[in-house]
């Protein structure tokens, strides 16, 4: 089977996974559907003082992007608006090489219970010319816990004094615990004591005036998306193209050398590298093993692959008649040939998955992988066939899996999407016997879809943050997370985590909440991404290789060539 798949799709042009983060995907080709930063590359050129780099009288950067959801930081769905935010919006505290950084914020102390958070803002503006506040940053604490919004990362939120019960409606959002004693200080009450708080959440500033004026157009063009960072999105061509133009306005401009962005919108993974090959694109993601020989050849561009922070998987909506059986999505897990589909799918760049968490989260000085086996292992010797005939008989379909149709939705709708979904179909028909139908939908559908529990089975891809905190937790809201997997005691547990301040002892809670999410199949992990990524050598600023960071395009520029 691994040759016939093997030949077959080597006849074919494979690209980067179209899987999801944030939940469509992430989402994640770069930047399109996965949570990949793509200020990542190997490069860390600066301009010298003694002039050795040369600065170009063009200073605009050409990269490729993915079709944002809605840029509101209340209502916003996934890695492409989150992308856009990192560069026209100033948070508190950015990741850069892997540390936390002051932002937005100018300085910050922690209380010593770690239950209160001070902010001093710098003196920055907004675009239009207006002073950026606490209240602004307050402002979009608030609307994101407001359920009218639904926002899809409110669990990310949760520490903070009322946030969680605000969002489910028990109380009102102006009860939750944000302060603003005067328009320089912001302050953060938790009700709970959480160390990945600044390195596993971002705090974006958001404007009430702008929202209340456009109401639900608020952030679905570029005149209605607001900036406060070194970049204003200026043109926003639909399914075509983002423009970003220096922020002459932000707090650090004379720092910023970058003056356009041009980001092409380009599902089309042939596209994508013709674009690249002929230079109307700076720097990508390169899967492809034809592509990836041609552009190691040339004596223009640089490359490096490093560990993405990127688990790719497949989601059972645990509320559905069929998958609610937990022996059918075990059977389903343990029965996916993930070689095969880093070989296929992947092309090579990744490593096959039997836990969620990759090989770049740590807990304080303990790197998660290293400490932790991965728990999926521990169920691989078993038959997945007769697991499968089990968990039928459990809910009276009998003991035939041909009688058992089930069916895999992928959120995308490209002719190479449909290679990978078939990949799966013939994949789990073979091993287990039953019938699996195919369904496509469009990004911001599949999300959809995902989060209200209309569907059985579907790919998706989830980024990371430093902690293993953010992963996890996607799946201990009220709801369940995308797989609709109700588990008071996991959610016990990753809450248990967030809040311990000792490291050991957190690692070994977040191991238990692995343990458990895995094992009891909610979702089924394939692979951890690995990043190839070329550019051109007038591409400078670069940020190196860590795929934590947030801090967008602010430090690139174009070196004369």
């Known amino acids: 089977m691994k040759r016939f ?5 080597s006849l074919l042009m494979v690209c980067s996974l179209f899987a999801a983060c944030g939940g469509n995907e992430e989402e994640e080709t ?14 860390n050129e600066e301009p010298a003082d003694d002039g050795e780099v040369k600065l170009a009288e063009d200073q605009t950067l050409k990269v490729l992007h993915s079709e944002p959801n809605i840029l509101d930081v209340a209502r916003f769905l996934g890695t492409a608006d989150r992308y856009v935010f990192y560069n026209t919006l100033e948070p508190l505290v950015k990741l850069e090489n892997g540390v936390i950084v002051e932002a937005g914020a100018e300085t910050y ?8 958070y001070t902010f001093k803002l ?5 675009n239009d010319g207006k002073k950026v506040t606490s209240e602004d940053y307050a402002t979009a604490l608030r609307r994101q816990a407001d359920p009218a919004n639904a926002f899809a990362f409110a669990s990310s939120y949760y520490s903070i004094q009322n ?9 009102d959002v102006s009860e939750i615990g944000v302060e603003t004693p005067d328009e320089s200080t912001l302050i953060l009450h938790l009700g709970v004591c959480e160390p990945a708080l600044l390195s596993s959440t971002q705090f974006f500033p958001d404007r009430a005036d702008l929202a209340d004026t456009h109401g639900d157009s608020y952030g679905t063009e570029a005149d209605k998306v607001p900036s406060c960072g070194p970049f204003v999105l200026t043109d926003w061509v639909h399914n075509s193209s983002l423009t970003l133009k220096k922020n002459e306005k932000f707090w650090d401009a004379e720092n910023v050398i970058l003056e356009t ?8 993974s042939n596209a994508q590298y013709a674009s ?7 720097y990508m993601t390169v899967s492809d093993l034809d592509y990836k020989a041609k552009f190691e050849a040339r004596d223009d561009m640089v490359s490096e692959q490093y560990v993405a922070g990127r688990t790719s998987m497949i989601i059972f909506n645990c509320q559905d008649p069929i998958t609610s059986n937990m022996k059918i999505r075990q059977a389903l897990s343990i029965s996916i040939d993930r070689e095969l589909i880093v070989e296929v799918i992947a092309n090579g760049n990744g490593n096959p998955a039997y836990g969620m968490v990759p090989s770049v989260c740590s807990v304080g000085s303990y790197i998660f992988r290293d400490e932790v086996e991965e728990p999926l292992l521990e169920l691989m010797d078993q038959d997945p066939k007769a697991l499968l005939i089990e968990g039928m008989e459990e809910l009276g379909l009998g003991s035939d899996p041909s009688k058992l149709t089930l069916t895999l939705s992928w959120g995308n709708t490209t002719a190479t999407a449909r290679t990978y979904a078939e990949l799966y179909q013939q994949m789990w028909q073979e091993a287990l016997g039953c019938v699996f139908e195919l369904e496509f939908f469009d990004s911001a559908s599949a999300m959809s879809n995902y989060a209200n529990g209309d569907y059985q089975i579907a790919s998706v891809s989830w980024g990371c943050n430093p902690e293993p905190q953010f992963q996890l937790s996607r799946w201990s809201t009220k709801t369940g997370g995308q797989s609709h997997w109700i588990n008071e005691e996991y959610c016990n547990l990753v809450s248990t985590a967030a809040s311990t301040v000792d490291d050991k002892a957190r690692l070994e809670t977040f191991a238990e909440a692995e343990k458990m999410i895995i094992q009891e199949a909610a979702i089924a992990p394939t692979y951890y991404n690995l990043v190839t990524r070329f550019a051109y050598d007038h ?9 934590l960071d947030n801090v967008g395009y602010k430090n690139m520029f174009i070196i004369a060539k």
């Open 122 to 126: 710098r003196e920055n503006y907004w």
């Open 261 to 268: 962005i041009e980001c092409s919108i380009i599902p089309d």
């Open 30 to 43: 770069p930047d399109t559907n996965e949570n990949q930063q793509d200020t990542q590359t190997p490069e």
């Open 539 to 547: 591409v400078g600023g670069l940020l190196g290789t860590n795929s």
């Open 109 to 116: 102390d922690i209380s010593a219970d770690g239950l209160t």
């Open 163 to 171: 946030f969680e019960a605000a969002s489910k409606g028990e109380v």
């Open 5 to 9: 798949f093997a030949l077959l799709l």
């Open 276 to 282: 690249f090959e002929n230079g109307s694109i700076d």
